[in-house]
């Protein structure tokens, strides 16, 4: 028998349409949509509240959850930051790795989410030393998606160098906290990541460059290659901090931008994240060369890195997508406000983009930022994903029916979630996760067991 889903009401194509049905097939996707049924039809599973696409987490660093809280006390700056990130990245192995992704990965699922770009560096045991299987971690990561009911685009990611170096002198070698990321040479990672075959139809590749403090340049241009030959997404952060740019001139006469762009990294393939400190040239540039951007408000203000040009960016030709990053909170409601919202404390102006437009950044763009191009819409052959917000809590309640997209993304958050569905399957039901039975306890048991 065909499952049915009944929404109440659903954003289709830019609106919100009542009484809507969707078929799913036997193959996970959309079969059909039906509006205009004031009844749930006889069998069908009710979804009260608004229902939209699954939403697509552009850049998550998994890991990078255990340390909330902790990196929230005090002052300092990204790079102080930064050693903590270290001090926990050295305790993580396969099996740990595996527990806190599950768990992260959960939490996403109750928050709509049913897509991750993982952005992947953790490749290796602390000192460098190689796992019996060079690509354990990646496994680690996929298994994890697999268990919490979730997509994953697996961005092996090369980190190569700790820092770009003086001029005329060699890139600084991976510090001791760097040399499990590193695999020594973009022709080393490369071979590593070629190896790397999963299994599952949740799960697709894609490669990373770190940044260009990381990987050399003379090494950018088999990235950029590796990716280009699979015709897979390449991400890259780009620009968070003003020292990168400084460095990066100083050493090439260049920005990170025009850097990435001499040596064939940018491209419709391509996501800058972040890019938060651009020249006009380097945002003339992303957007002529149609790259995308991930913006992650939440991490880019929990770490004081700034608000990048994203109203500029979209109007040289970048489309935007959203990630939650180092997951200070997982929550994609949050982020696509937090474009809008700092937008306007930079500008004092209001109105930058509709709540549709954020909509679609969280969802449709996010989804073709990882790969997932048949992901993001409710319509006829999509991938079977979406997410229902329910419109009756202490925040979403009040408003126009009409207007629940606007309070979707205005005023909802993670915790309105109620339902989420990948490829037809009922992974998260009136708030509660199918498969991970206690979310909590495990996201509180897997940080525990990293702390020293």
Not at 10 to 15: H, K, Q, S
Not at 178 to 187: E, H, I, N, P
Not at 189 to 199: C, G, I, L, Q, V
Request: net charge negative; hydrophobic share 40%.
């Amino acid at each position: 028998m065909t499952p049915v889903y009944w929404c109440e009401s659903a954003w289709l194509n830019g609106t919100v349409e009542f009484g809507v049905a969707l078929e799913v097939t036997d193959g996970g996707r959309i079969g059909a949509v039906r509006t205009g049924e004031a009844a749930p039809p006889e069998g069908a599973v009710v979804l009260r509240g608004l229902t939209v696409p699954g939403l697509a987490n552009a850049h998550s660093h998994a890991f990078h959850r255990a340390l909330r809280g902790t990196v929230q006390v005090g002052s300092g700056t990204f790079w102080t930051w930064r050693e903590t990130m270290y001090q926990t990245a050295a305790r993580l192995t396969p099996d740990s790795y595996y527990a806190l992704a599950r768990a992260v990965y959960a939490e996403m699922a109750l928050a709509g989410i049913t897509c991750v770009g993982e952005f992947h560096y953790l490749h290796h045991a602390p000192g460098g030393e190689r796992y019996d299987d060079p690509n354990a971690m990646s496994h680690a990561l996929v298994a994890a998606a697999a268990e919490a009911g979730i997509r994953i685009t697996l961005l092996d990611t090369a980190y190569l160098a700790s820092g770009l170096g003086a001029k005329g002198r060699p890139p600084e070698p991976p510090t001791r906290q760097q040399l499990r990321f590193s695999d020594g040479t973009a022709q080393e990672w490369a071979e590593r990541a070629s190896a790397f075959k999963p299994t599952g139809d949740h799960v697709r590749t894609g490669a990373a460059i770190h940044s260009v403090r990381a990987v050399p340049a003379r090494e950018l241009r088999t990235v950029a290659a590796w990716a280009e030959e699979r015709e897979a997404p390449l991400h890259v952060h780009l620009s968070e901090q003003t020292a990168e740019n400084e460095a990066c001139e100083a050493r090439h006469g260049l920005t990170p931008t025009g850097l990435l762009d001499e040596h064939g990294v940018l491209g419709p393939r391509t996501t800058a994240v972040h890019a938060t400190h651009l020249t006009d040239g380097d945002i003339a540039r992303v957007g002529g060369t149609d790259t995308g951007v991930c913006m992650c408000p939440t991490t880019e203000r929990d770490l004081a890195d700034g608000i990048g040009p994203a109203p500029a960016l979209q109007r040289a030709g970048a489309t935007l997508s959203l990630g939650s990053d180092s997951h200070a909170v997982i929550d994609l409601f949050e982020e696509a406000r937090a474009l809008e919202l700092d937008e306007r404390l930079r500008s004092r102006t209001r109105g930058h983009w509709t709540a549709a437009q954020l909509l679609r950044a969280a969802t449709e763009d996010g989804h073709a930022a990882l790969g997932w191009t048949e992901a993001g819409r409710l319509e006829r052959g999509a991938l079977a994903d979406f997410t229902t917000v329910a419109l009756d809590t202490v925040r979403t309640a009040g408003p126009l029916p009409r207007l629940a997209a606007e309070t979707a993304v205005f005023a909802a958050t993670a915790a309105d979630v109620r339902h989420t569905v990948v490829g037809g399957r009922h992974v998260v039901r009136d708030g509660a996760h199918a498969s991970v039975e206690d979310v909590p306890g495990a996201l509180k048991n897997a940080s525990a067991a990293l702390r020293p």
